[in-house]
């Protein structure tokens, strides 16, 4: 791709699992790896007369990622319920804050390769619940729901990435940054920190370009290639006068390329609604200040 005519865009999609005891909002286990459906209970399985209950070590380590990722807070806040269907998905709703999420307009700074210092701008941040697993095999497919109820940040940057190589960066810095504040232990390759890239090019000058998101990477190395593949495939359509589709694309690992999976959803698909089990509540000043008195120098 010729970089003295065309510029590159990229955000990202962070989901990073909190290290808790208990999930979100039962009192099931929060690990990694046991026997498929142990950790369950009659509340992450969605089943009737069940009501939730938040977990605030979630609360707090969300918050205190949100500080230290220069965010401002969002003092009144509740959750919202994102629905579809899947059958990872026990309630057929993700619980999650999609009005006013925990974290706003904050910002991180990296340092690259030449030692300069790359700041990328946070948009939010927001506290919510992870699905169940499934499990392929030639026989058919199984249902893992060990992992429902999980507690998860999802962060969302600024398209403010020009190269993977940047992004790669970013990752590294970042994963160092949940690991000193025992936030999250960041593993790409378990699935406890994944991301998203959503990628576009366009003419120097035009502005932002069609984005396409890709999924299903696990480390930030097939982060950087699958932006770098996408910036070579789109530029490509570009020149030729071709359309981008706005579309997800899944990374294939064995073939190093991206491929169609869906065309994109919009939030008014997901009809979110206030969830009624959980009351909206307050982050006071004092739970704020309690949480400053946790920030641990960070590795910049
Ligand atoms: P959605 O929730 O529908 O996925 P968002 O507006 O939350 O959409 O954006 C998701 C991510 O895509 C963000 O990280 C954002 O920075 C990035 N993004 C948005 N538009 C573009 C674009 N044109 N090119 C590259 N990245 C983009
Ligand atoms: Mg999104
Ligand atoms: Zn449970």
């Known amino acids: 791709m010729d970089k003295t005519v065309l510029e590159t865009f990229i955000g990202l999609e962070i989901h990073i699992q909190l290290i808790t005891k208990t999930k979100l909002f039962c009192n099931c286990k929060n690990s990694f790896g046991d026997p498929p459906n142990t950790n369950i209970c009659p509340c992450c399985m969605g ?3 069940m009501l939730p209950a938040l977990n605030k070590e979630a609360v707090k380590k969300a918050c205190l990622l949100c500080l230290a990722m220069n965010c401002k807070l969002n003092e009144k806040t509740f959750f919202e319920r994102k629905n579809y269907f899947y059958p990872d998905l026990p309630n057929n709703y993700q619980v999650t804050q999609f009005s006013y999420p925990f974290g706003i307009s904050g910002y991180v700074d990296t340092a690259l390769a030449g030692g300069s210092i790359k700041r990328i701008r946070i948009h939010e941040a927001r506290l919510e619940e992870d699905a169940g697993k499934m499990v392929h095999d030639k026989n058919g497919s199984l249902c893992d729901f060990n992992r429902v109820g999980t507690p998860l ?5 600024e398209p403010d990435f020009k190269t993977g190589e ?29 991301c998203d890239a959503n990628v576009s ?7 932002l370009g069609k984005r396409v998101e890709v999924k299903n990477l ?3 190395r097939n982060v950087k290639l699958a932006i770098q593949y996408e ?4 530029a490509k359509l570009l020149k030729a006068n ?4 706005q579309e997800t694309r899944l990374w294939d690992d064995d073939k190093k390329r991206t491929e169609s999976m869906r065309s994109k959803e919009n939030a008014n698909d ?12 307050t982050i006071t000043p004092e739970f704020v200040s309690e949480l400053k008195s946790l920030l641990v120098e960070l590795p910049l």
Request: proline share 6%; aromatic share 12%.
């Open 47 to 49: 089943y009737p007369g």
């Open 166 to 194: 940047e992004v790669e960066a970013f990752l590294l810095n970042f994963r160092r940054i949940i690991r000193y504040l025992d936030v999250s232990d960041g593993n790409m390759e378990e699935g406890s920190m994944r």
């Open 242 to 245: 071709e359309t981008i589709v």
């Open 153 to 157: 940040l999802e962060v969302v940057t």
């Open 231 to 234: 910036e070579q495939r789109q």
């Open 270 to 281: 997901y009809r979110y609604i206030p969830d009624t089990d959980l009351p909206p509540f």
């Open 201 to 207: 090019i366009n003419y120097i000058g035009k502005g």
């Open 218 to 220: 696990n480390s930030s």
